[in-house]
T-cell receptor, first 114, second 114 residues
Framework: GAGVSQSPSNKVTEKGKDVELRCDPI?????LYWYRQSLGQGLEFLIY????????KSGLPSDRFSAERTGGSVSTLTIQRTQQEDSAVYLC???FGQGGQPQHFGDGTRLSIL | GNSVTQMEGPVTLSEEAFLTINCTYT??????LFWYVQYPGEGLQLLLK?????DKGSNKGFEATYRKETTSFHLEKGSVQVSDSAVYFC?????????????FGAGTRLAVHP
C-alpha cells in the first residue's frame, strides 16, 4: 500500500503479558517514529530510527519498552509485562529523511490491558 | 525545552462559520511547524506545514502563517463544513530540539453543526 501500515489494529491482553506491535513504513522513507496517544498524556514521542544510526530512545517510558527496525524497513515495538497504564493507541510514522520533512502516520494500534 | 500550546476545546461552530484555532510555541532556533488533523476513528493526517518565518501553509481551505515575532501558528478557515469535524493538533519539530520527533499540542476538538 501507499501509506504506513500498522498491525494489529486492536489488541486486548491481560496484565503481565508481552505484546508486539508492527509497523510497515512508506517505501523509501528512511526515518521511522513511534508515538503513544493516551487520554491523560496526549501524543508522546517514544522512539526514532534513522537509517543505520543508533535509535533515539529518549521517549521510552520504562525498560519494559523496546523497539527494533530490521533491514531499515519494518519496525516492531515490544512491551514486556504489560501494565494497565500501557493502554493507549500506539502510532507509527515515517518520513523521507528528517530536517523538517512531514511525518506520515499509520492508523495506530489500540492496546487495551485488562 | 520545546513546547506547543493550543486553545482548549471543544470548539462548536455552525456550518459556514469562520474558524480560528490558536497555537503558540516555545522553541529556540528555527523549528518547522505543522497542523495535523485526526478524523473520528482514523490516524493523524498532515493538514499543512511551514518551515520558516512568514511562510503560509495552506490546504483544503485551511491556512496558517508562521509568525516568529509572536511565536504563533494559528489555524484558520473562512467557512467550515460538517466534514471538518475532527481533532486538530499543532506540532513542531527541529530548532534546538532536533528533528527526531514531533512535539504536539494537546489537540482541539472541532464540532461543526448543520
Amino acid at each position: 500500500g501507499a501509506g504506513v501500515s500498522q498491525s494489529p489494529s486492536n489488541k486486548v491482553t491481560e496484565k503481565g503479558k508481552d505484546v508486539e506491535l508492527r509497523c510497515d513504513p512508506i517505501s523509501g522513507h528512511t526515518a521511522l517514529y513511534w508515538y503513544r496517544q493516551s487520554l491523560g498524556q496526549g501524543l508522546e514521542f517514544l522512539i526514532y530510527f534513522q537509517g543505520n544510526s543508533a535509535p533515539d530512545k529518549s521517549g521510552l517510558p520504562s525498560d519494559r519498552f523496546s523497539a527494533e527496525r530490521t533491514g531499515g524497513s519494518v519496525s516492531t515495538l515490544t512491551i514486556q509485562r504489560t501494565q494497565q497504564e500501557d493502554s493507549a493507541v500506539y502510532l507509527c510514522a515515517s518520513s523521507f529523511g528528517q530536517g523538517g520533512q512531514p511525518q506520515h502516520f499509520g492508523d495506530g494500534t489500540r492496546l487495551s490491558i485488562l | 525545552g520545546n513546547s506547543v500550546t493550543q486553545m482548549e476545546g471543544p470548539v462548536t461552530l455552525s456550518e459556514e462559520a469562520f474558524l480560528t484555532i490558536n497555537c503558540t510555541y516555545t522553541a529556540t532556533g528555527y523549528p518547522s511547524l505543522f497542523w495535523y488533523v485526526q478524523y473520528p476513528g482514523e490516524g493523524l493526517q498532515l493538514l499543512l506545514k511551514a518551515t520558516k518565518a512568514d511562510d503560509k501553509g495552506s490546504n483544503k481551505g485551511f491556512e496558517a502563517t508562521y509568525r516568529k515575532e509572536t511565536t504563533s501558528f494559528h489555524l484558520e478557515k473562512g467557512s467550515v463544513q460538517v466534514s471538518d469535524s475532527a481533532v486538530y493538533f499543532c506540532a513542531l519539530s527541529g530548532g534546538s530540539g532536533g528533528y527526531n520527533k514531533l512535539i504536539f499540542g494537546a489537540g482541539t476538538r472541532l464540532a461543526v453543526h448543520p
